[in-house]
């Protein structure tokens, strides 16, 4: 059974921080690059980060320097740290696959705002 369970968004004024937090099934964690995908009102849907199982990260260049991404493989668990949030950021961030697997969790809203 396939789980994206997203976590940890919220409302945050300009030059704050989150953390985003997916928790995913073994049978699609192991082994394979995760990543995460934001979407804004309006907007397609656009990779932010992704690791490897390895940990050689990526960086979206909208985000680079203000993102951290990691994972746990012992707790199949992918972490976004998101610094110096700017009003861009307001999306519904998702976890996934990369390349994406068909199923998509339910995300967690990020709004940054004053």
């Known amino acids: 059974q396939v789980q994206l369970v997203e976590s940890g968004g919220g409302l945050v004024q300009p030059g704050g921080s989150l953390t985003l937090s997916c928790a995913a099934s073994k049978n699609i964690f192991n082994g394979n690059a995760m990543a995460w995908y934001r979407q804004a009102p309006g907007k397609e849907r656009e990779l932010v980060a992704h690791?490897?199982?390895?940990?050689?990260?990526w960086y979206g260049a909208s985000v680079k320097g203000r993102f951290t991404i990691s994972r746990d493989n012992a707790k199949n668990t992918v972490t976004l740290q998101m610094n110096s949030l700017k009003p861009e950021d307001t999306a519904v961030y998702y976890c996934?696959?990369?390349?994406?697997?068909?199923?998509w969790g339910q995300g967690t809203q990020v709004t940054v705002s004053s």
């Open positions: 690791i490897t199982s390895g940990g050689t990260t």
């Open positions: 996934n696959l990369v390349p994406a697997y068909s199923y």
